[in-house]
Every structure is written in C-alpha cells, then in structure tokens.
C-alpha cells in the first residue's frame, strides 16, 4: 500500500521541542519535493516548510523561520521536521506531503500525496 505515515507528535510545554518524522511506504521520496502542512481548528490549511529535491533548497512559513528546520535522508527515505521554541499557537495538525514536481511551488495544489497527520499540542 502505498501511503505517507507521520510519527511524533504529542504534548509539549510551551519553549519545547518535538521531531517529526514522515516515512513513505511502497515509494521512494527521492524525486518529490516534500512538505510540511498543519492545520488548527477553524484555520485555513498553512504550508509551514518544503524541501526541494534538485538542491536541498528549503523554505519556511515566516511564523516558523528561526524555530523550525526541515531535512530529509534519502538513504533512510524519511522527512523530518524539527520544531524548537514551540508555541501554543503551533497547535495543529501536521501533516507530510509530496509534491507533484521536484520544486517546492503550489501550496497545497501541488502536493501529490497526503499523510494521515499527526497532533501537536502545545500548552502548559
């Protein structure tokens, strides 16, 4: 079966940290750009990070630059997504996803695939 699988999410206090990870299952990330999405209750879906294939470029939603990193291992073929100085208002749902091409445009028109998401929680 062919699908993306998410792991880490949780609790955390606010000022702390998680790591996210996304592994594919029957394909192999190499040629997609990959992404990260989350989504808050009653929010709009917001791309928060993409990392291109070509050249590693990477790109972040300005409420997560400074905090959040993204990377991928193409030899263990996962995604991850480091999240430092959390906030309550990273409270989502996040979720990975391939993008149709190698770059990281489109938002959410471009993505191919859709992992089943994973809950954060930040509160004290």
């Known amino acids: 079966q062919v699908q993306l699988v998410e792991s880490g999410g949780g609790l955390v206090q606010p000022g702390g940290s998680l790591r996210l990870t996304c592994t594919p299952s029957g394909f192999t990330l190499g040629y997609f750009a990959m992404s990260w999405f989350r989504q808050a209750p009653g929010k709009e879906r917001e791309e928060v990070s993409c990392?291109?294939?070509?050249?590693?470029?990477?790109n972040y939603a300005d409420s997560v630059k400074g905090r959040f990193a993204i990377s991928r291992d193409n030899a263990k073929n996962t995604m991850y997504l480091q999240m430092n100085g959390l906030k309550p208002e990273d409270t989502a749902v996040y979720y990975c996803a391939t993008k149709a091409r190698p770059y990281c445009t489109g938002g959410d028109r471009e993505v191919s695939r859709w992992g089943q998401g994973t809950q954060v929680t930040v509160s004290s």
């Open positions: 990392i291109m294939t070509t050249d590693g470029t990477t």
